[in-house]
């Protein structure tokens, strides 16, 4: 009976030891994915295969993302390797803008970011330095309410490439998360007050406005 016991221990043991190996996603290729106003395609970019993302044609507003199906999130962490830059004849405003949306709500009509701005991490000016990570919680609370409300609360100076590859990683607990760039020991960027609370949702590759992005090697970790 002992023995029994024993080896049923181990076998619960080894299986949560499974169940804990972070999952990964193949979305280079573009399967898996539901795409909310962006238009995808597989590439090769810097000698590595990747999902290239633009905003449909027509397409204003933040809602512009692929999104993982059949899998919620809300605790752990999620890794990325994206690239961005202003897309072809994009306003002068253009950043590159790209990043990771977490807990997000059907259609993406609702969710929690972090994204960088590839373009004012060597920029000469320090203002612009300053903004060259994000977060932000749509549709509440958009980057020029939060930055007006509590000015460099909810961005950060980080070193960037414009269209280098780029790693990025968030690590989500409750209302506190937390962004890692280019594995980094310590956080770019803390939030500790995610603003719409605990909830569960998709995952999202995010671009924003006049951006083409490039995604590749995600993995999300949810113990």
């Avoid at 590159?96 to 929690?112: C, I, K, S, W």
């Avoid at 509440?140 to 509590?150: N, V």
């Amino acid at each position: 009976m002992r023995h029994t016991l024993i080896v049923a221990s181990l076998v619960g043991a080894l299986a949560a030891g499974i169940d804990a190996a972070p999952r990964h996603f193949p979305v280079e290729n573009g399967t898996g994915l539901e795409f909310v106003q962006v238009v995808p395609k597989t590439v090769t970019y810097r000698g590595r295969k990747a999902l290239h993302l633009v905003a449909a044609p027509n397409v204003s507003g933040e809602r512009t993302m692929a999104l993982l199906t059949g899998f919620d999130f809300t605790n752990g962490v999620i890794d990325v390797d994206v690239a961005g830059q202003p897309a072809g004849g994009a306003a002068d405003s253009a950043r590159g803008f790209v990043g990771l949306a977490f807990r997000v709500a059907p259609n993406a009509r609702a969710y929690d970011c972090f994204y960088i701005r590839p373009t004012n991490g060597r920029a000469d000016d320090q203002l612009r330095r300053n903004h060259s990570t994000q977060y932000v919680s749509e549709p509440e609370y958009s980057w020029q309410r939060l930055r007006t409300e509590t000015p460099g609360v909810y961005e950060s100076y980080v070193d960037l490439e414009t269209g280098a590859w780029t790693h990025l990683r968030i690590e989500v607990r409750g209302t506190r998360a937390r962004l890692f760039v280019n594995h980094a020991a310590q956080p770019a960027l803390i939030v500790n007050d995610v603003k719409r609370g605990t909830v569960s949702g998709q995952v999202g590759l995010w671009i924003g406005a006049g951006t083409e992005a490039y995604f590749r090697n995600l993995q999300v970790d949810t113990n």
